[in-house]
């Protein structure tokens, strides 16, 4: 079945600093979707990328589709405490089903 | 507003008891989940359905079942419930055709 790989499996920073997350699918993308993970609290839906290529930008996060729609990335500039949290990226294998990375936890250094 | 909500938030429970876990929605979504959370192991699919009688199994579905009556409920219930089984478990939506998904807030089981 399709497997969805995501590095790291953690990172810490000081803010300012900033972060990038990479995620790597076995199986070609229709789409891919990121969720935000706050401590104690539940994913949340962030973005969706669905073109070759796409670039797609909200305030201080980038996210990257490949050309080959089997991998994206998320990258945050100049990291704030806000940011903390775990960050997953999500495929559908077919359907409306959705198969997630194991997530990047990011703590960020006041 | 519309929401999603699971039911309870936390629970303890022995082992060998029948467990279920409760998600009622109002965004009248036909796609609804069932998700574990483990430490490395990312979101898990237990069950999912995508409208009223339809349940299909997901990666990790032994020990777990679902049931679907009506668009707004898929309740989980751990047939006997197992120590491997102590896990944070999401319920998520999605409207038909789209994979964006809505969670609730999570139970977190404990299995004793």
């Known amino acids: 079945g399709q497997q969805v790989m995501q590095i790291p499996q953690y990172q810490h920073v000081q803010e300012g600093e900033d972060f990038t997350t990479y995620c790597n699918s076995s199986t070609t993308l229709s789409n891919i979707q990121w969720y935000k993970q706050r401590p104690g609290g539940h994913p949340v839906f962030l973005i969706q990328?669905?073109?070759?290529?796409e670039v797609k930008k909200q305030k201080r996060l980038t996210f990257q589709f490949g050309e080959a729609k089997k991998n994206s990335s998320l990258h945050i500039t100049a990291t704030q405490t806000t940011d903390v949290g775990t960050y997953f990226c999500a495929g559908p294998p077919s359907g409306s089903r959705l198969t997630f990375g194991e997530g990047t936890q990011l703590t960020v250094n006041p | 507003d519309a929401e999603i909500t699971q039911s309870p938030r936390h629970k303890i429970t022995e082992t060998g008891r029948q467990v279920t876990l409760a998600c009622h929605q109002t965004?009248?979504?036909?796609?609804m989940f069932w998700y574990r959370q483990d430490l490395g192991h990312g979101l898990r699919l237990i069950h999912y359905s995508y409208g009223v009688q339809d349940t299909n199994k997901g990666e990790v579905s032994d020990g777990y079942s679902v049931s679907r009556s009506n668009t707004e409920d898929l309740p989980l219930t751990l047939e006997s419930a197992a120590s491997s089984q102590t896990s944070v478990y999401f319920c998520?939506?999605?409207?038909?055709?789209?994979?964006?998904?809505?969670f609730g807030q999570g139970t977190r089981l404990t299995v004793v």
């Open positions: 965004w009248n979504h036909n796609n």
């Open positions: 998520a939506s999605s409207r038909t055709g789209t994979t964006e998904a809505f």
């Open positions: 990328l669905v073109k070759s290529g």
